[in-house]
């Protein structure tokens, strides 16, 4: 949620609201939610796939994801960013996919 507000130019009022939200409706807040927390005990493989030149969301992010998601293998592309549009890309997904 912090690069979110980050992405989004949100000042800290904005953030205050989001937070109240959050404990509002979910009872926790957005820091609870992150993947640390929910994907440690996922059994299920899993694909991660991240540009080092993501301008949208951080390549640290992928990092931690994999970290936590230990099922996981972690594909570093450079030069795709955010929509990672590549054959190499496609390729990456369809091997894990028939795997």
């Given at each position: 949620m912090n690069n979110y507000i980050k992405v989004m130019a949100y000042n800290k009022?904005?953030?205050?609201?989001?937070?109240a939200y959050y404990l509002k409706h979910f009872g926790q807040?957005?820091?609870y939610f992150s993947v640390a927390n929910f994907s440690k005990n996922i059994r299920a493989?899993?694909?991660?796939?991240?540009?080092k030149k993501?301008?949208?969301?951080?390549?640290?992010?992928a990092l931690d994801y994999s970290?936590?998601?230990?099922?996981s293998?972690?594909?570093r592309t450079i030069g795709f960013g955010h929509g990672l549009k590549?054959?190499?890309?496609y390729n990456h997904i369809l091997d894990f996919l028939k795997a």
């Open positions: 009022k904005v953030s205050k609201a989001m937070n807040l957005p820091e493989k899993g694909l991660i796939i991240h540009d993501d301008r949208i969301i951080s390549y640290r992010d970290k936590h998601y230990k099922n293998e972690l594909i590549s054959e190499k890309v």
